[in-house]
């Protein structure tokens, strides 16, 4: 991305943080990122097309988070419960920071479903390479719990997206996750 889009990028998701999507408008962002509307319509066509750009954005933002955490030299579980806190921290941090959060969650949902699944998918390959690779390095072994890799990512991913969506699930993230690890340490380490 440029650094003119970058800049606009910064100032929408203050400007959207700040007055939530409904009541954003293009000139707000635009006195934001100073420049005029008419400059900003030459990035964007409209309200929707940016926060969908910036959705993308932060999405790749999170899955980068996500991927430095996977290629760490850490143990197996630090480098899960790492990636998992890192994808879901930066994922959350527009909504939580923002007296707007639901409503900036739903514009989300809404505008940039293809994002949020491709993203999803991306972060669920993620997990199952981080746990083949495991397995093929002798780090965890999948005897005792009957489960196929493939199974134990996408258990891995539903829990974790449980975890989010469960009541405080953000401010109980850390404590959840952790708790997960110790359940997928002690049921998967190598006898």
């Known amino acids: 991305m440029d650094e003119k889009k970058q800049h606009i990028m910064t100032a929408a998701a203050e400007v959207f943080t700040r007055y939530g999507f409904k009541k954003a408008s293009m000139q707000d962002i635009a006195d934001a990122a100073m420049m005029s509307r008419a400059a ?68 989300n949902m809404m505008l940039a479903s293809d994002i949020n699944a491709a993203t999803t998918l991306h972060l669920r390959v993620l997990i199952e390479n981080a746990v083949k690779t495991a ?28 975890i989010k969506k469960a009541p405080n699930g953000l401010e109980k993230l850390d404590q959840r996750l952790a708790a997960l690890m110790r359940l997928l340490d002690a049921s998967t380490r190598p006898s």
């Not at 990035?43 to 959705?55: T, V």
């Not at 996500?66 to 850490?74: G, H, I, T």
């Not at 397995?135 to 449980?162: K, R």
């Open 40 to 107: 900003l319509y030459l990035h964007f066509r409209n309200k929707d097309d940016l926060f969908r750009s910036l959705m993308d954005w932060h999405h790749g933002e999170a899955l980068k988070a996500a991927e430095a955490a996977f290629s760490s030299d850490r143990p197996f579980i630090l480098r899960m419960e790492n990636a998992l806190t890192n994808f879901t921290t930066t994922m959350m941090a527009p909504a939580k920071a923002s007296a707007y959060g639901l409503e900036l969650f739903e514009a």
């Open 135 to 162: 397995i093929s390095e002798d780090e965890i072994s999948l005897a005792a719990t009957g489960l196929s890799a493939e199974a134990l990512a996408d258990l891995i991913y539903v829990c974790l997206d449980g």
